[in-house]
């Protein structure tokens, strides 16, 4: 099954796609994952694309294709993947409709307000990649994962939030229309608990796993 997860920054796409991939089996492909190891790894790619992250704003959509390209090249995208955060814009959506015919693509939506509180107390785990808020976390540290000490991730400062808010409705939200007219759209409202959301999207997916 070959799927992209839209929806603003926040609503929960990585949160979901880590455990839905590992239940349908395919590879979870986050391209925000892909850049901040580059960037920890300070790699050409991960230099070039700081400074745009950073900022709040997209990474240019040809070292976005480059990565993405490369990624989907690999052996274990052959029975599908699960894209996290591509694409945002409607180049990057055109340039993948060239290449591959999604199944779905699923449009998790939160209203702003609840947007700004996840992002602001969300810690992440550096290793694992798994992402907690500080209200459930009930003043643990660590990766109930892998054990690692969690991070809060350097754009979630609130002026880069915001920045990130505004760029998604000026630069992605039409990317929900894009895939309505090909009639592969699933919306779902991730307003409410995980498990819930999980539930619906699987269900949408036609998995009850
Ligand atoms: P990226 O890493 O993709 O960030 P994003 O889209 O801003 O998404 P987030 O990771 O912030 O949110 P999420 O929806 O995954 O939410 P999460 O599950 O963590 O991209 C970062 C940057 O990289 C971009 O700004 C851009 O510069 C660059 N980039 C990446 N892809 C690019 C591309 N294609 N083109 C150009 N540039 C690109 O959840 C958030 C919080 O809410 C957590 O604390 C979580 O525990 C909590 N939570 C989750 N679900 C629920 C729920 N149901 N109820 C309550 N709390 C919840
Ligand atoms: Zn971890």
Not at 6 to 34: C, F, N, W, Y
Not at 84 to 104: I, M, S
Request: with cysteine; charged share 30%.
């Amino acid at each position: 099954m070959k799927i992209v997860f839209l929806g603003p920054p926040g609503a929960g796409k990585g949160t979901q796609a880590m455990v839905i991939s590992r239940e349908l089996g395919i590879p979870h492909i986050s391209t925000g994952d892909i850049f901040r190891q580059n960037i920890k790894n300070e790699t050409p790619l991960g230099v070039a694309a700081k400074k745009f992250i950073d900022e709040g704003r997209l990474v240019p959509d040809d070292l976005t294709l480059d990565l993405v390209n490369d990624r989907l090249a690999a052996a274990d995208c052959k029975n599908g993947y699960l894209l996290d955060g591509f694409p945002r814009t409607l180049p990057q959506a055109e340039a993948l409709d060239e290449k591959v015919a999604l199944d779905y693509a699923v449009n998790v939506d939160v209203a702003h307000d609840h947007l700004i509180d996840r992002l602001s107390g969300r810690r992440v785990c550096p290793e694992c990649g798994a992402s907690y808020h500080i209200t459930t976390l009930d003043g643990a540290q660590e990766c109930a994962v892998c054990g690692n000490l969690l991070i809060q991730r350097d754009d979630d400062k609130p002026e880069t939030i915001r920045k990130r808010l505004e760029v998604y409705e000026a630069q992605t939200r039409a990317l929900i229309d894009f895939y309505r007219d090909k009639g592969i759209l699933v919306d779902i409202d991730g307003a409410r608990s995980v498990q819930e959301v999980r539930a619906d999207i699987l269900a949408a997916l036609g998995s009850d796993a």
